[in-house]
């Protein structure tokens, strides 16, 4: 069948032309012994700053993208999201870490690249609406966590939580982030 290979930790597009030749060496080794396999589709995790602001050279390569919200919330804040003492700097609602993200789902929109966004925040229901306003359909999480965000999502109107997004990406605090958070959740 087919097969979906996602490269961590994407920092050069480099890395892009290197799992590319081992995945040709392998097929060249399944050939040589007369094995069948299916198509391969060729991702990135999107993690680290680099690889989010490198993606337009880098989305012609990739038939899909992942963003792995922990580390790149991690990495843009330069925040040890595992120090406690460092919590209230470690923030997935940074006005930076909601424009790099539309950066990313903007990049995947106009190449036709279907984008996931994996993290514990794909599968908190308070942010849901901020997601799918920010343009994500596609959330990856914890099956647990599954039918409660499930539920929420069709209950929500995609065309007028998208309306909010320019003033979200225009919050420059904490406090404007919340505020278009609070007309996210009166909206339908």
Do not use: W
């Not at 190449?111 to 794909?122: L, W």
């Not at 929500?156 to 909010?164: F, G, I, N, V």
């Amino acid at each position: 069948g087919q097969a979906y290979v996602l490269i961590p930790m994407l920092a050069h597009a480099d890395e892009i032309r290197q799992t590319l030749d081992l995945l040709d060496k392998a097929r060249a080794q399944l050939d040589a012994r007369v094995q069948t396999y299916g198509a391969i589709k060729l991702g990135a995790m999107i993690e680290v700053p680099a690889a989010a602001i490198a993606l337009p050279s880098m989305i012609r390569k990739l038939d899909f993208v992942a963003i792995g919200t922990n580390d790149l919330v991690q990495y843009t804040l330069a925040v040890d999201r595992n120090n406690s003492e460092l919590d209230t700097l470690y923030d997935p609602l940074h006005p930076a870490v909601l424009r790099l993200l539309s950066q990313i789902i903007a990049v995947c929109a106009r190449a036709n690249r279907p984008v996931t966004r994996c993290g514990e925040i794909a599968g908190d229901t308070r942010f849901t609406r901020l997601l799918i306003a920010m343009g994500l359909t596609d959330l990856s999480m914890h099956p647990a966590l599954l039918l409660e965000v499930r539920e929420l999502v069709n209950t929500l109107d995609r065309s007028a939580l998208r309306k909010h997004a320019p003033a979200l990406l225009r919050a420059t605090d904490r406090a404007g982030v919340r505020r278009v958070l609070a007309r996210l959740e009166d909206a339908p």
